[in-house]
């Protein structure tokens, strides 16, 4: 006798002719397949922009809302993740005419770091290719290089190179002088670890690295130094 769950071509026939019942799925293979349809759900969520899952939210049936609430956090926050990180990057020019509303009208929750700056100072220079590194660094904060006198008309040349440090249009900080900056040694890293102190950059730096330089300068002249003769030796007897 011809076994009816066999795969023949004959029997494939008689099935679609009502003849002969459905081929029995063994039970193992229906839970795959069920495991399968749950993925392809699953997987339906993930794919799915936030204005997708706004679209098609009537589709899902109740069951399904916890899981479709948990994707759109998760998007909306990977959204805003994006935004934040592309929101700036570089170091951008302004002049007097943008002051207000690149600085002052900066926005909600955005640090301005302006350096005021004129061509042929060699410590501006080096200071502006500095905030180009933490610029890419810190994209989130926005960071800004304008002319002296074409930002603040009349602004001497014995107070450059200027940092000011502006949050939410207010000014929060302000650097002014080749000497606060320490002149043409100044490192990146000092540089960030001063901002971070006013809070417009979030360092990963752990210390001072300025700090670290003069301990090793100090710990160099301690070794460097005779040693000193006990000044408590007993007289000689006449």
């Known amino acids: 006798m011809q076994d009816p769950n ?3 071509e004959w ?3 008689l099935r679609k002719k009502g003849i002969l019942p459905p081929k029995e799925i063994p039970k193992d293979d229906e839970e795959e397949e069920v495991a399968l349809q749950q993925q392809s759900i699953v997987k339906t969520y993930e794919s799915m922009t936030l204005e997708e899952l706004e679209e098609n939210e009537d589709e899902f049936g109740e069951d399904d809302e916890a ?12 959204w805003k993740a994006t935004q934040m990180k592309n929101l700036f990057g570089e170091l951008g020019e302004i002049s007097g005419q943008d002051y207000i509303k690149e600085v002052n009208k900066a926005g909600d ?8 700056y004129k061509q042929g100072i060699p410590l501006c220079t080096l200071i502006n290719q500095h905030l180009g590194t933490l610029a890419r660094k810190f994209p989130q904060t926005k960071f800004l290089k304008s002319i002296s006198t074409t930002c603040i008309p009349n602004y001497p040349d014995r107070n450059l190179p200027t940092i000011f440090v502006y949050f939410e249009g207010e000014m929060k900080a302000q650097f002014i002088g080749p000497l606060v900056f320490g002149g043409m040694n100044l490192k990146v890293e000092e540089l960030e670890w001063r901002l971070s102190e006013t809070g417009a950059v979030k360092t990963d730096l752990e210390e ?5 330089i003069e301990d090793k300068l100090l710990s160099s002249i301690r070794c460097s130094l005779p ?5 408590d030796s007993e007289d000689e007897d006449d």
């Open 11 to 13: 029997n494939d026939i």
């Open 109 to 116: 929750g955005i640090w301005v770091v302006l350096h005021l």
């Open 208 to 212: 001072n690295p300025k700090k670290q």
């Open 67 to 78: 899981a479709i609430e948990m994707y759109r956090q998760q998007r909306l926050a990977e």
């Open 227 to 231: 040693a000193r003769k006990d000044s």
């Open 6 to 8: 066999e795969d023949t």
